[in-house]
């Protein structure tokens, strides 16, 4: 219980601190760019046509709405972080109740098999069915903290209160409206979990040496790289998920000029890869304007 609690006040703490990044985030994913391109610098030194960065996009959300308007979508976000944490930890818990009657015979057999691929599947499938659930419970809370965000395109106040918004989106899409963009996030969940699980099992077996004496540390460096690679990968899983929660949703974001209107995950997919945006959004800090693109003034999105 005390494990609990002390991961679901960790959780609110990160979130609390990270809205602001993900109300930039989201806002530059749907499109919507109020700034004007500058002339920076890259990595390497090079002259280059930039986008505003996270801290210059947040300067204009804070003057606008003041500081307090970047905590926009706060409440329903935290809603859903307690809520996955606790039935994600309830699934796990579930299983590994279950499996005790197993280990009091067979602990030798166990020790022996803990690291081999085997236990490495079965783990994965415990953790992806508790993310799984975890993630089917809280996508309501999602779809609500990401229409409050892009209510500030159109300065709407449709989605304002968790009550109204429950209440608006039953109204105007039925229980369908709650899962909006539900199964590619899932579908990127899933992919990134096997992924960071396989490639950090291949490289603690066979490329580290179990000689070395911080094994421990360098597995779990491993796990922490190939998650963060296999995140990069799944990105437009995210992207997409996203864009289909706030589409055709009554709000300008999600709305001709600023976003097409998707007749599918799909759909959107394909006229995200087609017009080489996959990776919006991706970046907060060195974001190029991208090439035979023009910049439109009247605060609409990239043409």
């Not at 899933?190 to 099992?201: D, F, M, R, T, V």
């Not at 304007?289 to 009247?298: A, F, I, L, R, S």
Request: aromatic content about 10%; proline content about 5%; some cysteine.
């Amino acid at each position: 219980m005390a494990d609990a609690a002390s991961q679901v006040l960790l959780g609110s703490g990160l979130t609390i601190l990270s809205q602001p990044l993900m109300y930039v985030k989201v806002l530059i994913q749907v499109g919507y760019e109020p700034l004007p391109p500058t002339i920076g610098r890259n990595i390497f030194g090079r002259q280059v046509c930039q986008l505003p960065g996270l801290f210059c996009y947040a300067q204009h959300i804070a003057s606008i709405d003041g500081r307090r308007g970047l905590f926009t979508g706060l409440t329903p976000r935290l809603c859903s972080g307690v809520l996955g944490t606790v039935v994600h930890g309830k699934v796990l818990q579930y299983y590994q109740e279950s499996e005790k009657p197993e280990e009091l015979g067979s602990v030798t057999v166990q020790k022996e098999c803990s690291s081999s691929f085997d236990r490495v599947i079965k783990e994965t499938t415990r953790e992806m069915i508790a993310r799984s659930a975890a993630t089917l419970i809280t996508h309501p809370f999602h779809v609500i903290t990401l229409r409050s965000m892009v209510q500030f395109i159109g300065r709407e106040s449709k989605y304002c209160g968790l009550c109204d918004s429950i209440v608006t989106i039953y109204r105007e899409e039925g229980i369908v409206g709650f899962f909006a963009g539900l199964i590619p996030r899932l579908l990127g969940d899933i992919i990134s979990l096997w992924l960071c699980n396989s490639l950090a099992y291949l490289i603690n077996t066979y490329a580290l040496d179990s000689g070395v004496s911080t094994m421990n540390e360098m597995k779990s460096y491993s796990q922490a790289v190939t998650g963060f690679f296999a995140s990069m990968l799944t990105y437009p899983f995210v992207l997409v998920s996203n864009l289909m929660a706030v589409n055709n949703c009554g709000l300008a974001g999600g709305s001709p000029p600023y976003s097409p209107i998707y007749t599918s995950w799909i759909d959107c997919w394909c006229m995200l890869q087609k017009a080489g945006n996959m990776s919006r959004g991706n970046s907060l800090f060195f974001r190029k304007v991208p090439c035979g693109k023009t910049y439109c003034y009247d605060l609409r999105m990239l043409i």
